[in-house]
């Protein structure tokens, strides 16, 4: 009984806007304004997404545009402003969705290009199981303190500032803000400063070395995020780097190459990142196993408030915790198991095979059961991971990975108790791939979705307002990904497939998550995968739970989640995270030592603290929009250099300054916030 009392009162929030206080959400001019941002995010993205398998969160830089048109409107308020952000942003995370894994239908010779309508009902199911699978979600999650969410803080922050324009607030979001753009544009865009410095060395029989990253809004993500996850990644990043690649290339033996940071890359690239999905895969499934109490608790609640409503006509839940009521989210995932089926039945099994019709019905029906349960799971997962480290940083190709071998796995033994896997090997990944494409879609929708929905939370937004305005995205952004997929398919080739002959193979899109996925797929039925380096990854798994099991008695965390996440990213990734929750503890410290009596405390430290969380979410925002604004001159020139302006044989330079402008970041962040006066 004492337990639900506590989670009764830690979802007391005090929002901006008051639970009792009516705004306009939902108006036409919000409508309008978030299906434009939302074609124009998607467009942004696709391009970058299938080069370099990566997406600019949208996020930050919808919430930011929407802010300056509503200006142009009669009384605008910022609950119309979160209702426009919660929208746009989910052009960029279903564009991620399908881009990600889409292309392996192509890569493994299934598909010809992207078919409009199967592609258009693969983002529609998808996204409405994003959306749908994340309301349940949506108090669990949000009330769990240990979870920071820092794109959600961030937004938040910038659209409090907007409104209450403290001088103080707006003074340190700009600051913060410029600095973040200015770096990201030197970084992206001129590549006068590298993002990232590699460090290797080989000897006759191993390499060894280490990388930074240097990216400002992943610092300042770390700086949000806090000390204890920058200890878990320093772990994962030990394992798997400092003493993965040394060991790994002394058992392996020196791949052939000669440059010893390319040496590195390949090391990671063929046998650490299934070190990092192995142990993702057991951290995910226990953290899951940590969530399945609270979740059934707030299901349990919701189903019992809504019945006593019925039934009684009591007490309606506050405007600020109304979701989409859950029978109707359950019998939406119910009866979306009827175009998933499908979908997956005459779409995704190609026709040239000696498979009986009943076989194919039988594994379509398994194929979309599991899309719904696995979608389920992993959804809950990547909710987990956008509170823990940011959606920006969120591994969602892992959790694919972790989804689709796991579903691989199951359809050997199908085979393997019918007509064996012989022969059959490309029409079993192409159906894995095909039933993991849905799952993809919804994985990142759910990514997003729940720091809009934080954003909601901290402001007073109407959640089924949010979850109606999401569910108008991803119909809107289905309908537009498809032709802008095709498009560059048709301009520049996929993963070393070509729509003709004589294409130039230097502009082609690597698609490294769609390839990732068909090797993954096919090394299963082929027998190629490394079991090893997978199983050796749930070992370590099992030991990180076990000794998180033991430190959390002594009010300290190593989430396993977070280990994973520093084996499996490259350097260049969760370095800089590392180092900005590293910086906000040193901080903290030296405060702590400043104000050391509990007046000055109490008077002090709340400022400072502020001050610093500000400076870091302007930070996050300025370098984020930053990269929408190049995406826009890349797309256009069909390259990434296209605003280069350091020599070639000036390079060197690059990684040096990136190094020296990290230090400057750090020093003056730690300058602004210990700052005594505002």
Not at 84 to 100: H, K, P, R, Y
Not at 271 to 295: A, D, E, N, Q, S
Request: charged fraction near 10%; include cysteine.
């Amino acid at each position: 009984m004492s337990k639900s009392k506590n989670m009764d009162h830690k979802v007391s929030i005090s929002p901006t806007i008051p639970a009792s206080q009516n705004l306009p959400e939902i108006t036409w001019r919000v409508l309008i304004i978030g299906t434009f941002l939302t074609i124009i995010l998607a467009a942004a993205n696709a391009y970058l997404g299938l080069k370099v398998g990566q997406t600019i969160s949208a996020s930050i830089p919808a919430a930011i545009i929407s802010m300056s048109i509503l200006r142009f409107f009669r009384n605008p308020n910022v609950l119309e402003n979160t209702m426009v952000q919660t929208m746009a942003s989910v052009g960029e995370a279903l564009t991620a969705g399908v881009a990600f894994i889409l292309p392996a239908l192509i890569i493994l010779h299934a598909w010809n290009g992207f078919y409009y309508w199967q592609t258009v009902i693969i983002a529609l199911l998808g996204g409405m199981l994003g959306v749908l699978f994340t309301i349940p979600l949506r108090r669990v999650l949000l009330i769990d303190k240990t979870l920071r969410y820092p794109e959600g803080l961030a937004i938040s922050n910038i659209l409090k500032a907007s409104i209450n324009r403290e001088e103080t607030d707006i003074k340190a979001l700009t600051l913060g803000g410029a600095v973040g753009a200015v770096i990201s544009l030197a970084q992206t865009g001129f590549q006068v400063i590298a993002d990232s410095f590699q460090f290797w060395v080989k000897t006759s029989n191993t390499v060894f070395g280490f990388g930074l990253g240097l990216s400002p809004a992943l610092i300042a993500a770390g700086y949000i995020v806090g000390v204890n996850v920058a200890i878990s990644l320093v772990v994962g990043v030990v394992i798997g780097w400092i003493a993965g690649v040394p060991i790994l290339t002394w058992i392996y033996g020196i791949p052939n190459v000669v440059n010893a940071n390319d040496i590195a890359s390949l090391m990671w690239r063929d046998h650490i990142r299934y070190l990092g999905v192995g142990t993702m895969l057991v951290g995910g499934l226990w953290t899951l196993v940590t969530l399945v109490k609270p979740i059934v608790y707030s299901l349990s609640t919701s189903f019992i408030s809504m019945r006593q409503a019925k039934l009684t006509g009591g007490i309606k839940q506050i405007r600020t915790e109304r979701d989409i009521p859950l029978n109707y989210v359950f019998w939406g995932i119910a009866l979306l198991f009827i175009p998933i089926f499908l979908l997956i039945l005459l779409y995704m099994m190609p026709d040239n095979s000696h498979l009986s019709h009943t076989f194919r019905t039988l594994m379509a029906a398994f194929c979309a059961l599991y899309v719904l349960v696995g979608g389920f799971t992993f959804c809950s997962i990547s909710s987990y991971f956008a509170g823990l480290i940011g959606s920006t940083n969120n591994p969602v190709s892992g959790l694919l990975v972790s989804s689709l071998l796991i579903l691989c796995l199951i359809l050997l033994c199908f085979f393997g108790f019918s007509h064996g896997i012989k022969g059959n090997e490309v029409f079993a990944a192409v159906v894995a791939i095909g039933s993991t494409v849905i799952i993809a879609a919804a994985l990142a929708i759910s990514n997003d979705t729940m720091q809009d929905l934080k954003v909601g939370q901290l402001l007073g937004a109407t959640p089924w307002k949010q979850q109606v305005m999401l569910i108008v995205g991803v119909v809107v952004s289905a309908f537009v990904i498809p032709p802008i997929l095709d498009l560059l398919y048709n301009a520049y080739g996929i993963g070393g497939v070509f729509p003709r002959e004589g294409m130039p193979k230097g502009q082609m899109l690597a698609a490294p998550q769609a390839g990732l996925m068909a090797t993954v797929a096919a090394g299963v039925f082929a027998d190629t995968l490394e079991w090893s380096m997978i199983i050796a990854g749930a070992v370590i798994a099992v030991i990180c739970i076990i000794i998180d099991e033991i430190v959390k008695n002594y009010d300290t965390r190593l989430p396993v989640l977070a280990v994973g996440v520093g084996i499996y990213l490259p350097l260049d990734a969760s370095v800089p995270v590392i180092i900005g929750g590293f910086l906000a503890y040193f901080i903290q410290l030296r405060l702590n030592k400043l104000y050391r009596s509990k007046a000055d405390s109490d008077d002090n430290l709340p400022a400072h603290k502020h001050r610093g969380l500000l400076l870091a979410c302007g930070i996050v925002a300025g370098a984020s929009i930053m990269g929408v604004v190049l995406a826009i001159p890349f797309a256009i020139t069909q390259s990434s250099d296209a605003l280069r302006i350091m020599p070639e044989q000036y390079q060197y330079l690059s990684g040096v300054l990136g190094i020296g402008v990290t230090v400057i970041l750090c020093a003056w962040i730690y300058r602004v916030v210990m700052r005594k006066n505002a």
